[in-house]
């Protein structure tokens, strides 16, 4: 099959890598043309640049020029598509509506060469960015408009991972596909041909408006384990006296009817999606007059933990940021990937600038570039105070305090690294539970404070 992919970000670079080895030809288009150039170098670093994902390079080096192209204009490409993917951001308003405006521009443009193709065969446009309930039906409209002949709309959310988003578009749990006609599922149908009938994935086909609502349902559950654990498990373990949170997880989970995905304390969820879907959610059910304290308390939980521990590092273990030296371990919002969209890290810098550190000393595997963006002095002089580092232990030297904010593999053995850098007074918080031998810290003199533990 023929099939564009338009916009190229986590999504769409990963769903067009994964399509090409189907042997589809697929074409991903991107109105960023850097990414485009960096793609097509062919270049693991250069891709790598703008995303990180375990096996996605490699994929890119066996089928670029061969069953995958990178193109920035979508002109000469559109005759003999069959499929056309839209893999394009979805943002949030300030009132937590979904800003469609990338959505509209690009389905414009789409609009306008589709009505001028000769070929004539079915093309069908198709939603992957997580878009509000009615989106398709939208698109049908901009596509009408134009005079597109012999097009069908479809629903086919996406559910993948960030860090482990190869894997999981290989070996998909389930793909959804929201269409009207069954010419537009045949369609879908051949796209997925490896999934269809295959015994472990579910293959839905559905309404557009069901797709659209499963991956917010889906979105905002996963959330909500997260948060109930960080508003309960959290809550019990930081107050209780001999509490211990994994017998507390252990023995909670190994009911077969409760989730173990999720049954963790953190310092909240990041990523570019639990927030603005479930703001985006919550505003959809305004819309239509319905109750929503149980998602605006999820919401709330969430970003709650993302800020808390500071506080606690202040009320609890009597630590005074002024004028300190803070090594920050953890820049991505989540190990595996150096995206930091709604990190926890944003959260902390801010509110160790607010307390008026000395520095931060900062290092991540993966993100150091990426927080270079975010962290530009150039918007707000304080970031001066940030600098990076290629190690921990580098990023420990002559600091007084150090905050674990992502759940870095690494970081699970830090007990020894702390000891061998610094020595107490010195606050460890540990906004992951990431460190195993953490008493052993404790008994040479170190404060830990711990999400989920009393002091
Ligand atoms: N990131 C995830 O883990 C994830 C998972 C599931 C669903 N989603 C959803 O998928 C959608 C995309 O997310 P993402 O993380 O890939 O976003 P992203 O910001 O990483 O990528 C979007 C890409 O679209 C490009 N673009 C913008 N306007 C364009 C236009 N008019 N024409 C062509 N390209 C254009 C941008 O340059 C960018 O490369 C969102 O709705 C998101 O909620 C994301």
Known sequence: MKIIVVGTGFVGLTHAAVLSESGHKVYAYDIDKEKIDAYNSGKREKIERYVHEPGLASIIQDTLNRYLFFVDNIEDIIEGTQAIFLCLPTPPNLDGSTDLSYYKNAVHLLGERLAKRTDQERVVLINKSTVPVGTARMLQGILDEHAVPNFGVASNPEFLPEGDAVERSRKPDRIVVGADTEKDFAILRRTYSRFVNHVRI?????????????????????????????????????????????????????????????????????????????????????????????????????????????????????????????????????????????????????????????????????????????????????????????????????????????????????????????KPPYLVIDGRRMIVNYRSLIVAGYTYLAVGSKL
Not at 225 to 239: C, D, H, K, M, Q
Not at 248 to 275: E, H, M, P, Q
């Open 202 to 422: 579910s293959y839905i086909e559905t309404t557009p408006e069901t797709a659209e609502s499963i991956k917010y349902v889906a979105n905002t559950l996963l959330l909500t384990y997260i948060s109930f654990w960080n508003g309960v498990g959290a809550r019990l373990g930081e107050t209780l006296d001999n509490l211990d949170m994994e017998d507390l997880k252990r023995g909670v989970t190994s009911d077969s009817r409760i989730s173990k995905w999720g049954s963790y304390v953190s310092n909240g969820a990041g990523g570019s999606c639990f927030g603005k879907d479930i703001q985006s959610l919550i505003y959809q059910l305004r819309s239509r007059h319905q109750p929503t304290e149980l998602l605006e308390q999820v919401y709330h939980i969430n970003e709650f933990q993302k800020k808390y521990l500071v506080d606690r590092a202040i009320n609890e273990a009597g630590f005074n940021f002024n004028n300190k030296t803070v090594a920050l371990l953890g820049l991505a919002f989540k190990k595996q990937t150096n995206d930091m969209r709604d990190s926890s890290s944003l959260v902390v810098v801010e509110r160790l600038l607010s307390h008026g550190v000395k520095s931060i000393r900062a290092y991540d595997p993966l993100a150091t570039e990426e927080a270079k963006h975010y962290f530009d002095p150039n918007k707000n002089s304080l970031f001066d105070k940030i600098s990076y580092h290629d190690s921990v232990h580098s990023a420990l030297e002559g600091s007084d305090a150090l905050f674990i904010t992502t759940d870095w593999e690494e970081f699970r053995a830090l007990a020894d690294t702390i000891q061998d850098s610094v």
